[in-house]
């Protein structure tokens, strides 16, 4: 092993570069800056390479700004001016209301309902004016729409109707919800497809239950399949008893239907009838009455017959059909005997065994 003897300037340099070898490779300290207590601090005269400035925009680029702006305050301008025109022009204002789809209801009643704005067409707000309509009982659906330049279409669906309820001398249609409407806007052919109900109570009875105006008509559409025959007519009686006259002469009495109980046991009592298909003909009747005020123990009796004030307050329902044909009202058998009131009555059997079916 050789040792070498270095120079001086050698060895200076070999000095220099472990000195800043350290110092490369001590930590760095953060450099602070203190100020002397009263001492004063001056603005430095040095610029800051940092703030350059922009360069001044070249004419051409100017009159392009310039040219910008004012096409767009342009057009701001037109957007303001279409937009107080459309607001303000009197061509474009409500002028004429169309309604369409009612067959039960009055225009005018509706109009008052929708209560439509005179204001400009683009103002009009459809789904506000849908909802007002949707507040009348009878209307099950609507839509709004508006056509330029001042034309506003009013299209309602109505609530169908599925009772006619007769009140004296008074005739009402009833829809499924409960809602009640004079029969004198309905046609032959509506009245025709609707059963009646004849409301013989004393006094002013209160609104038709919408649970038993649903239980009727549901009764009355499946009445001809089940019994062979349609319903002639309701009829709830003066003294609070409820029957179902047939267009063959004979009644269902289902007794007292004044409590949602009764009225929700009205189904079974129509099954306790359609049992006796066996023991009773329906289509030709010996017998003018089913008592099931007892569901349990059907009563038979009395004569086949329609009474005169079923077949006065049927006969506007059945003398004109849908196409506008005459219907023949239904057979007018003898008026019930005195004995066939629903107090002794015979068993079905025995009703059956006596008369037989003609």
């Avoid at 239907?257 to 003909?281: F, H, N, R, W, Y």
Wanted: aromatic letters at 4%.
């Amino acid at each position: 092993m050789s040792i070498a003897t270095l120079d001086s300037q050698t060895e200076r340099r070999a000095r220099a570069r472990a000195q800043a070898a350290a110092i490369a490779d001590s930590p760095r300290v953060a450099r602070r800056y203190t100020a002397l207590r009263g001492a004063e601090l001056r603005r430095s005269p040095r610029r800051r390479s940092s703030a350059r400035r922009a360069a001044p925009p070249t004419p051409a680029a100017a009159r392009r700004g310039h040219s910008r702006r004012w096409i767009a305050a342009a057009v701001l301008l037109l957007e303001v001016t279409a937009l107080i025109l459309a607001l303000t022009l009197p061509v474009l204002r409500v002028r004429t209301i169309t309604v369409r789809g009612n067959r039960l209801m009055s225009s005018a009643t509706l109009l008052r309902a929708a209560d439509v704005p005179a204001t400009s067409i683009f103002t009009v707000d459809g789904s506000a004016l849908r909802l007002r309509l949707l507040t009348l009982p009878w209307v099950e659906d609507a839509t709004v729409t508006t056509d330029l330049p001042g034309t506003v279409h009013l299209d309602v669906v109505e609530r169908p109707p599925v009772l006619r309820v007769r009140r004296g001398d008074v005739d009402s249609l009833v829809a499924a919800n409960g809602a009640t409407l004079s029969a004198r806007s309905a046609g032959a052919a509506e009245l025709h497809s609707m059963p009646v109900l004849l409301d013989d109570r004393v006094g002013s009875p209160a609104p038709l239950d919408t649970s038993l105006v649903q239980t009727l008509s549901l009764a009355a559409a499946r009445f001809p399949a089940v019994f062979g025959c349609g319903v002639a007519a309701f009829q709830w009686g003066s003294d609070d008893m409820f029957a179902v006259w047939t267009s063959c002469g004979w009644r269902a009495i289902l007794g007292h239907v004044d409590t949602d109980a009764e009225i929700a046991g009205i189904p079974a009592q129509l099954s306790a009838l359609a049992s006796l298909k066996a023991q009773l003909s329906f289509t030709h009747p010996a017998f003018g009455y089913v008592d099931l005020d007892n569901a349990g123990a059907p009563a038979v009796g009395g004569a086949p017959g329609l009474p005169a004030e079923i077949l006065s307050a049927t006969q506007s329902s059945l003398s004109a059909g849908a196409d506008g044909s005459t219907v023949a009202p239904p057979v007018a058998y003898p008026p019930p005997l005195p004995s066939s009131q629903p107090g002794a009555s015979p068993s079905p059997a025995a009703a059956a065994n006596a008369a037989p079916a003609t």
